[in-house]
């Protein structure tokens, strides 16, 4: 089984709607983040969490809102969807920084939006 | 000047060949250094990592960094079609939580 997991992997939405994209982890890991992909564009930080009672914004956290339910689950919200937010959207955990170990992140396998 | 600049390519290379893949950045407080390879609809994975200056040797990959410069490479040695696939080099500070991508480079390694 994968270590981190996203649902829906597709989905197709209309403007206006809200809707909610999961990501779950078996790693351990405390630490968890929400990116978007775009062409041209690379990766985007949107939200982070250190911890489930520490959340954070990213570089473009307009108009999306995090919640995290457990250590291991991570949920992104788009409160109303709109068509520029048509990306490829991808969950990633990494563990405790400690002095000489890296800032690896694990990422899911993505969800790919569609807002119409 | 972005924080880190990666060429997005493409790049084409038939099969055997050396590639050369590059980043530069600005920011001296980068300590960690990462190389994530990405295949189609599928989400980044961790391929190399190096702490500081210095070469890292894996297989038929090599991480070299040069803090000097600000500049970090990642060689593929006798590249393979499985090989193909977008390349983002990534760094941080640290202690600082954000990883910094750089946007990419796709390549072909052509049978």
């Known amino acids: 089984d994968a270590d981190v997991t996203q649902t829906p992997r597709n989905r197709i939405t209309k403007t206006g709607k809200r809707i909610m994209l999961e990501c779950s982890q078996t790693?351990?890991?405390?630490?968890m983040y929400w990116y978007r992909q775009d062409p041209g564009l690379g990766l985007r930080l949107i939200y982070y969490?250190?911890?489930?009672?520490?959340?954070n914004k990213g570089e473009i956290s307009d108009g999306y809102s995090v919640s995290r339910q457990a250590q291991a689950k991570f949920s992104l919200s788009l409160e109303s969807a709109i068509p520029n937010q048509t990306a490829l959207y991808f969950c990633?955990?990494?563990?405790?920084?400690?002095?000489?170990?890296?800032?690896?992140?694990?990422f899911g396998p993505g969800t790919r939006l569609l807002v119409l | 000047q972005k924080e880190v600049e990666q060429d997005p390519g493409p790049l084409s290379v038939p099969e055997g060949a050396i590639v050369s893949l590059n980043c530069t950045y600005s920011?001296?407080?980068?300590?960690?250094f990462m190389w994530y390879r990405q295949y189609s609809r599928k989400g980044p994975e961790l391929l190399m990592y190096?702490?500081?200056?210095g070469n890292k040797e894996d297989g038929r990959f090599t991480a070299q960094v040069d803090k000097s410069s600000k500049y970090i490479s990642l060689f593929i040695r006798d590249s393979q079609p499985s090989d193909s696939a977008t390349y983002l080099c990534?760094?941080?500070?640290?202690?600082?939580?954000?990883?910094?991508f750089g946007k990419g480079t796709l390549l072909t390694v052509n049978p």
């Open positions: 990633a955990t990494s563990d405790k920084w400690t002095s000489g170990s890296s800032e690896t992140q694990y």
């Open positions: 790693k351990g890991h405390d630490r």
């Open positions: 969490s250190f911890d489930v009672k520490d959340i």
């Open positions: 920011n001296s407080a980068f300590q960690y």
């Open positions: 190096t702490y500081s200056s």
């Open positions: 990534a760094m941080s500070g640290g202690s600082n939580y954000k990883l910094t």
